[in-house]
């Protein structure tokens, strides 16, 4: 379904666009309107409730609006496109993991993939891929999604990766972002490219043992 068009532009005020005052919430109540913080956290609850209960497929402006109380010109002042609301929504439904602490590097990497592939494989995820698929090559978008490359994604890698490092168990020229994500993106492709509901667990002990820590160890004594 097309996205609905662009804000159309309202009367502007001597200090920029004016807002529109909100109807109240509830028949009979007294004339509280929400504007700023309050109306944007409605909005993104609604938004929220949309993207779980109907995917990203069944995300609109008007059914967020609707089930906000409030207008789509309210949304579109704060999204420009459902695309921008969708994953602002699904940025309030992720949650933060605690980092796995197994005192080997192989074991961090294994707990870390696990992680990832728990989540891909559950409604969470498959709405993250809806909004990659959607997003396609944008990189504006794919760095707002929370398991795409970058400073976010990369730290807790760079974290067990340093904790490998002061270990001796991997070189540290592998603490950079983009080897430091490489396991990660290898699965990720699993879900991507392939298509797959969930990566068995021998895939990610492939990864781990065939690629990852190849790639990050450090060099043994070169042979006599």
Same mark, same amino acid.
């Given at each position: 379904?097309?996205?609905?068009?662009?804000?159309?532009?309202?009367?502007?005020?001597?200090?920029?666009?004016?807002?529109?005052?909100?109807?109240?919430?509830?028949?009979?109540?007294?004339?509280?309107?929400?504007?700023?913080?309050?109306?944007?956290?409605?909005?993104?609850?609604?938004?929220?409730?949309?993207?779980?209960?109907?995917?990203?497929?069944? &995300?609109?402006?008007?059914?967020?609006?609707?089930?906000?109380?409030?207008?789509?010109?309210? &949304?579109?002042?704060?999204?420009?496109?459902?695309?921008?609301?969708?994953?602002?929504?699904?940025?309030?439904?992720?949650?933060?993991?605690?980092?796995?602490?197994?005192?080997?590097?192989?074991?961090?990497?294994?707990?870390?993939?696990?992680?990832?592939?728990?989540?891909?494989?559950?409604?969470?995820?498959?709405?993250?891929?809806?909004?990659?698929?959607?997003?396609?090559?944008?990189?504006?978008? &794919?760095?707002?999604?929370?398991?795409?490359?970058?400073?976010?994604?990369?730290?807790?890698?760079?974290?067990?990766?340093?904790?490998?490092?002061?270990?001796?168990?991997?070189?540290?020229?592998?603490?950079?972002?983009?080897?430091?994500?490489?396991?990660?993106?290898?699965?990720?492709?699993?879900?991507?490219?392939?298509?797959?509901?969930?990566?068995?667990?021998?895939?990610?002990?492939?990864?781990?043992?065939?690629?990852?820590?190849?790639?990050?160890?450090?060099?043994?004594?070169?042979?006599?």
């Amino acid at each position: 379904m097309a996205d609905e068009p662009t804000e159309p532009k309202g009367p502007k005020g001597l200090n920029g666009p004016k807002e529109p005052a909100e109807p109240a919430e509830r028949a009979g109540a007294a004339q509280t309107r929400r504007r700023g913080a309050a109306l944007e956290d409605a909005i993104l609850r609604a938004a929220v409730d949309e993207l779980t209960e109907s995917g990203y497929a069944g &995300l609109t402006m008007d059914k967020v609006a609707a089930r906000a109380g409030t207008n789509k010109n309210a &949304l579109y002042r704060r999204w420009p496109h459902r695309l921008a609301l969708g994953i602002a929504a699904y940025r309030r439904l992720v949650t933060t993991v605690p980092l796995p602490d197994t005192g080997t590097l192989r074991g961090d990497v294994l707990e870390l993939l696990r992680g990832a592939n728990r989540h891909w494989s559950s409604p969470l995820g498959a709405i993250l891929r809806e909004l990659l698929s959607a997003a396609g090559g944008a990189s504006e978008f &794919l760095a707002q999604l929370q398991d795409q490359s970058g400073e976010a994604a990369a730290a807790p890698w760079l974290t067990v990766l340093g904790r490998a490092v002061a270990r001796g168990e991997a070189a540290p020229e592998a603490l950079h972002p983009r080897v430091a994500t490489v396991a990660v993106v290898l699965l990720r492709n699993e879900f991507v490219v392939r298509g797959v509901p969930t990566a068995p667990d021998d895939v990610l002990v492939e990864i781990t043992d065939e690629v990852y820590l190849p790639l990050v160890r450090r060099p043994g004594p070169a042979p006599g």
